[in-house]
């Protein structure tokens, strides 16, 4: 596997523009994947035994103006959609969005505000400090599995300022410049589906139902006003809906630019009988849902939504998408897929541990848990609003860097299932399907790693890593002979 493995990571050679600092982009990668615990940058010049004296360079390449991190999405991002992309009846990639709170509490790391933290899971504490992200994947596989693979991450909640330090422009909703988690995810959204250029569908859960995120997908268009991106969320429960515009109207002044106003949640009782019952594959079973389906108009957008509201058994929830081409059966299929970025969100901190970062600058000096305002910039240096950019720079390249690590486990899996499966040599209780996991994949490379690495010293992998490190005892007895 680690052939196969070099043989991806090679191809971001064009992403780079110096060959040292793609060298070290294949290590810090490789280290996400071979390292036996997440103790950060050292963790991979441990494992890998990479030479100490190395160690401010490696941190320095996280920190490095010559990495390029659109270029490096960019060109990650078309990579998936060319090798493994599951795409919907229409030819649309799948994109999975959503936002992931990363506890820190480090007294010079720019960026940790207190977050709040909204789950049924009695174990998370309702405020906790720390990084906010949002995070774009796209759905890939087969049949069998399909994994969400991460594209893009970026820090969101309380970043106005330091983006500004990056140099990141601020979304705009219709010309106005409005920072906001939902418009900087729309912002993202867009971004990934403008370099794909080519039609994406994403899909969000109900915090991102707003009218900011769906006039920024409307806005997303190619050069020949082919439009790029559709939104399916879910609903909130107190959702309203209007009826189109009737046809004729007699009376005085202006007519009516709405019809009747459609309390949604009331459709479940009001017009049980209309709903249609749909035969659907969802969470891996064969479940029947009744559904109803209505065009309507939705007053935060002026124009009209496609509504789908569903009874699963005792729950019902209602779902609105924007391409009104889309059949329910397909929205809700589509929707029911959401949960895999939070299966990806899972194996990204336990099996590769891509929050375990610990980028920090004595320039900031934000007491913890509070934002950077606008309005602080004018007391601070040049030279400390470069430090505090770099740290930031820093935390988003590790998290991308760890991301991309994920995503080659997966892209392995689904790619070399069978090569996987004969050479894990190492007992399961349960196999949960003919697709691998990452972390299955994860064990076979580090066993190639730690017990064959001399088999792939043809490989540009290999070279690579040999050059930066220590020479193991066998190896120095035959240079001495």
């Not at 990639?93 to 899971?121: C, R, T, W, Y």
């Not at 891509?354 to 602080?376: M, N, R, V």
């Not at 998290?399 to 899996?413: H, R």
């Amino acid at each position: 596997m680690i052939g196969q493995l070099g043989i991806v990571l090679m191809s971001f050679r064009e992403a780079f523009p110096r060959e040292a600092t793609f060298h070290w982009f294949v290590v810090a990668v490789f280290g996400f994947i071979i390292r036996l615990d997440h103790h950060g940058v050292s963790s991979s010049i441990r494992w890998l035994r990479v030479r100490e004296d190395l160690y401010e360079t490696f941190l320095a390449f996280f920190r490095s103006g010559a990495v390029k991190l659109g270029a490096i999405q960019r060109h990650w991002q078309l990579l998936i959609a060319r090798r493994c992309a599951i795409r919907t009846r229409a030819g649309a990639s799948v994109l999975l969005a959503d936002g992931i709170k990363a506890a820190k509490e480090a007294e010079f790391m720019p960026g940790v505000k207190k977050l709040h933290q909204e789950s049924g899971n009695s174990g998370k504490a309702p405020w906790i400090f720390g990084h906010h992200f949002g995070v774009v994947g796209m759905l890939a596989g087969c049949e069998e599995k399909a994994f969400c693979i991460p594209l893009a991450a970026e820090l969101h909640e309380g970043t106005e300022a330091l983006r500004h330090l990056q140099g990141k422009a601020a979304p705009t909703v219709e010309g106005v410049e409005k920072t906001t988690v939902v418009t900087l995810m729309g912002a993202l959204l867009a971004t990934v589906a403008g370099n794909l250029a080519a039609p994406c569908v994403a899909v969000l859960d109900a915090f991102f139902a707003a009218a900011p995120m769906f006039k920024i997908a409307k806005d997303s268009v190619l050069e020949n006003g082919e439009r790029l991106l559709h939104i399916i969320t879910r609903a909130k429960d107190n959702a309203v809906a209007y009826e189109l515009q009737p046809l004729s109207y007699c009376g005085r002044g202006r007519p009516p630019k709405y019809g009747r106003k459609i309390y949604l949640k009331q459709l479940f009782t009001s017009r049980a009988d209309d709903f249609t019952a749909m035969t659907v594959n969802v969470y891996g079973e064969t479940k029947t849902h009744l559904v109803l389906c209505l065009d309507l108009l939705w007053r935060p957008l002026g124009y009209t939504l496609r509504f789908v509201l569903v009874k699963d058994g005792e729950q019902k929830f209602i779902l609105m998408c924007s391409d009104l081409i889309m059949t329910p059966e397909e929205i809700v299929i589509l929707y029911a897929r959401r949960f895999k970025i939070e299966v990806t969100f899972k194996m990204f901190k336990h099996v590769i541990g891509g929050f375990c970062y610990h980028f920090w600058t004595k320039a900031w000096q934000i007491p913890t848990g509070q934002s950077l305002a606008l309005e602080d910039l004018q007391d601070m240096t040049k030279v400390m609003q470069r430090l505090i950019a770099d740290a930031m720079n820093a935390v988003e390249v590790f998290v991308n860097l760890a991301m991309i690590a994920t995503g080659l486990l997966q892209v392995l899996a689904i790619e070399h299932a069978e090569v996987i499966r004969h050479r894990h040599q190492w007992w399961m209780r349960t196999y949960s399907s003919v697709i691998p996991s990452e972390e299955m994949v994860k064990t076979v490379i580090q066993h190639e790693f730690y017990h064959h690495f001399r088999k792939f010293k043809h490989t540009a992998i290999y070279r690579i890593i040999r050059a930066k490190r220590h020479p193991s005892p066998a190896e120095q007895l035959r240079e001495a002979a």
